[in-house]
């Protein structure tokens, strides 16, 4: 599993959004690395995490190798967190995600709570898919799968994923964007669409864990909508709702010095 290092201090791992990889963390991550070790890993079939389970070395994960293309889902995903985990050597870390990564977190949370000492969800939800959702993603696997995603997969996601603001006054943000997007590989793609159309509800989970939980939401994010932060919050013990005005569904691009004002005096409060 390939992944991005920097910084001393708190280990937070960071978990990516959907159709991007972990480079989507590094405004974010100039801004929190005096204060902590951020780690930001590439999620299988996208970035330069291969989908089978091998890095970009060629180095066989063990634990993941086995759960390969045929076995889309969170679970796995989480298996490979926690696969980098133990070869870190850090039995307890700071786990965030944006959207999918999201989902991943909460994934983590369902198989080994113990390993988490806070909770960091950025623009995600915790219920699983509506049917429509659900057919929607599992298209748009099929397209990645038989076209590739050149083109049409950007055009249609960008304006979702960012901000009315973000969008007019921006434009490198969008440009910035749209190059993620047009690097993650098709099979990649596809895999990911599947493994998060099969996630179940994650709400059992929130209410379980009664660490430090931050919730964080761009104010103009129509994808999972200040109400859904709401009600993630409303379910941790421990949650806190911040705001974040002028972005959309990926403030770590939109809006990285306002989610680094709230993310550090959060932070500071947690011991590993």
Partial sequence: MHYIESGAGTPLVLLHAFPVDARMWNPLRSRLE???RVITPDQRGLGESSLDGTTARGMIEPAAAPL???RPSVDVAAADVLELLDQLELP?????GCSMGGYVAMAVLRAAPQRVAGLLLVDTKAPADTDEQRTNRLNVASRAEQEGTGGWLAENMLPNLLGAATREKRPEVVGD???????????GVAWAQRAMAARPDSFEALRAFDGPAMVAVGAEDTITPPAAAREMADALPRGELVELAGSGHLPSLEAPDALADAVRPWLAGIGV
């Fill in 177 to 187: 964007l749209r190059a993620l997007i047009e690097a993650q590989p098709a099979d």
């Fill in 92 to 96: 307890r870390v700071v786990l965030g």
């Fill in 34 to 36: 005096e204060q902590a």
């Fill in 68 to 70: 390969t293309v045929d």
